[in-house]
């Protein structure tokens, strides 16, 4: 099984800041996911990245896929109390058997 | 509303007792999937059904025995559980995960005590 890192674990910042948050891996994915997880909810898929270099924007949000297709980045500019939630990646992995998640990044935007 | 509903929201169980955790999608999704979601770690795969058949079993101890009775519908069946075995259990479904991902259920909260 492919592992994937996230950081920082826990993330809490103020209304309007902006942020990034961290997906890692020493193997290659053939693509990568993000979710955004809310308490007493299951993930909701964000975003799908295939191609290593990849930029995708959604709003307040852009991910991108690292060249080499083991990394991936999540921005987010002047966030808002309702981003808070757990922020997952899971990558696909080469065999196309599994999708690996990470252990998230928990944010807190505070009014 | 996700599309795919998992009932009960929260167990209580002893370890003596068994239950089932209820899993039902009508997104016309073809493959199937039971995850264990603890604190602290990654989300852990247990089980996967693909056309109702079990493909994958995640060397998923014996007390934790799934069914898949046709493509709409998930069951977990619990039994002699440990305390260790608290968590939340996720059920999620997909039709072409690379592009659209999974669609997850809200979790059955399971204490076991």
């Known amino acids: 099984t492919q592992l994937l890192e996230q950081s920082p674990q826990f993330l809490s910042i103020q209304e309007g800041e902006n942020l990034t948050v961290y997906c890692n891996s020493s193997?290659?994915?053939?693509?990568l996911q993000w979710y955004r997880q809310e308490p007493g909810e299951g993930p909701v898929l964000l975003v799908t990245?295939?191609?290593?270099?990849e930029v995708k924007k959604l709003k307040r949000l852009t991910f991108q896929f690292g060249d080499a297709r083991k990394d991936s980045s999540l921005h987010i500019t002047a966030a808002q109390p309702g981003d808070t939630g757990l922020y997952l990646c899971?990558?696909?992995?080469?065999?196309?058997?599994?999708?690996?998640f990470g252990e998230g990044t928990q944010l807190t935007v505070n009014p | 509303e996700t599309g795919v509903t998992q009932t009960p929201r929260h167990l209580v169980m002893g370890m003596t007792n068994k239950k089932s955790l209820k899993c039902e999608q009508h997104?016309?999704?073809?493959?199937m999937y039971w995850y264990k979601q603890s604190a602290k770690k990654p989300l852990e795969l247990m089980f996967v059904?693909?056309?109702?058949?079990?493909?994958e079993n995640n060397s998923v101890p014996s007390r934790f025995s799934p069914e898949c009775p046709n493509s709409s519908h998930l069951f977990l069946h619990l039994h002699t559980l440990q305390p260790e075995d608290s968590a939340l259990y996720l059920c999620?479904?997909?039709?072409?995960?690379?592009?659209?991902?999974?669609?997850f259920g809200s979790g059955t909260r399971l204490t076991v005590v």
């Open positions: 999620a479904s997909s039709q072409d995960r690379l592009i659209y991902g999974y669609t």
């Open positions: 193997s290659v994915f053939s693509s």
């Open positions: 990245v295939v191609t290593g270099g």
């Open positions: 899971a990558g696909e992995e080469t065999s196309g058997s599994r999708l690996t």
């Open positions: 997104l016309g999704h073809n493959a």
């Open positions: 059904y693909n056309f109702k058949e079990q493909t």
